[in-house]
């Protein structure tokens, strides 16, 4: 089993490209969910996804969009990166409710020049 | 959402017990405590959950208060391994709100 898997692991990108972070779990888990973590700070919620078919904005949505592709990928969107979104993003898949953890991947660490 | 409050950082030696602990004085009854911890710049690794009882596995233990306010964890015996950020987080047993937040932690540093 490989748990989470996010690609790429790095990318720079110049202000106003676009690009897709992709993020695959094989556990059969219902819920997903896209976190991005900025220096000596915890982890922030951009967007998650209940079930397949449903997403649901987090805590900092602005500048991105997701898609959940089936029920083991669940994309994260760029459609014109900024200076601000530089950043480490990580991924994470749970079933849904509280008694199961959330696992995530090892991270795609994004730089926007 | 319940928010949890957790110390910035705490130091403890190798070989002793580290206890961390976590305030979450709004949790509600259907709400756990769950503790994660990230290594590095890592994702971050799955520790132990708790609803009402103290819980224990092969990492760590953990102490809720019995009015659920606060919760602490536990590593019995800290390496230098267990060098790391510690979050504290509360998620719901229904699941039906799913914006889970981590906060800042706890950056715990063992001392040789």
């Known amino acids: 089993n490989a748990g989470v898997t996010q690609t790429p692991k790095f990318q720079v990108l110049k202000t106003g490209q676009s690009m897709t972070l992709q993020c695959a779990q094989d556990m059969n888990h219902n819920s997903m969910y896209w976190y991005r973590q900025d220096p000596g700070m915890g982890l922030r919620l951009i967007y998650y996804s209940a079930s397949e078919g449903t997403t649901d904005k987090g805590e900092v949505p602005n500048g991105y969009n997701v898609s959940r592709l089936n029920k083991r990928e669940f994309s994260l969107r760029l459609e014109s990166a900024a200076p601000s979104q530089t950043s480490v993003y990580f991924c994470?898949?749970?079933?849904?409710?509280?008694?199961?953890?959330?696992?995530f991947g090892n991270g795609t660490r994004l730089t926007v020049t | 959402d319940a928010k949890t409050t957790q110390p910035p950082s705490m130091d403890c030696a190798e070989g002793r017990a580290a206890n961390l602990p976590c305030n979450h004085s709004t949790i509600s009854g259907n709400e756990y405590v769950y503790w994660y911890r990230q290594i590095h710049s890592q994702g971050p690794q799955y520790i132990i959950h708790?609803?009402?009882n103290n819980e224990t596995n092969e990492m760590a233990s953990l102490i809720i208060t019995e009015d659920r306010k606060s919760s602490t964890l536990i590593l019995p015996h800290a390496t230098l391994r267990d060098t790391a950020v510690y979050y504290c987080?509360?998620?719901?047993?229904?699941?039906?709100?799913?914006?889970?937040?981590f906060g800042t932690g706890t950056r715990l540093t063992i001392i040789p």
């Open positions: 708790g609803l009402k």
């Open positions: 987080i509360v998620r719901s047993l229904g699941g039906g709100n799913e914006k889970l937040t």
């Open positions: 994470a898949s749970s079933q849904k409710g509280g008694g199961s953890p959330l696992h």
